[in-house]
């Protein structure tokens, strides 16, 4: 969450994290978008999850500590990991917007 509130009111620990995740979206392999509040809801806001694929036909999802292999949730979880990224904002336009509440973070 990029505008969540900060611990003990100080914002200099969230504008760290912001200015780390800057830092780290800067690597040629990493690709950090961020999904805009007024997406609506999507599977993400369920929690964390990860889809694990192997093959064509073989996947694992795991969500809540558990692994999970049938296969109409790989498909929806699949699936839901699509359509978040139509939602997400391009990668620079990501980092463009770290870099502005960190910004504006700092102004107070």
Not at 7 to 21: F, P, R, W
Not at 77 to 106: C, F, N, W
């Amino acid at each position: 969450m990029l505008r969540r509130l900060p611990l003990h009111d100080d914002d200099s620990v969230l504008v760290d994290q912001i200015e780390h995740a800057v830092e780290f979206a800067q690597r040629p392999y990493t690709d950090v978008r961020i999904v805009p509040f007024n997406a609506g809801h999507h599977v993400g806001w369920e929690g964390a999850f990860t889809v694990l694929e192997f093959g064509a036909d073989d996947g694992i999802l795991h969500k809540g500590g558990q692994l999970l292999e049938e296969p109409e949730l790989i498909t929806a979880y699949t699936e839901g990991l699509r359509a978040l990224a139509g939602m997400a904002l391009p990668h620079e336009a990501s980092i463009d917007l770290m870099r502005q509440v960190a910004a504006e973070l700092k102004r107070g």
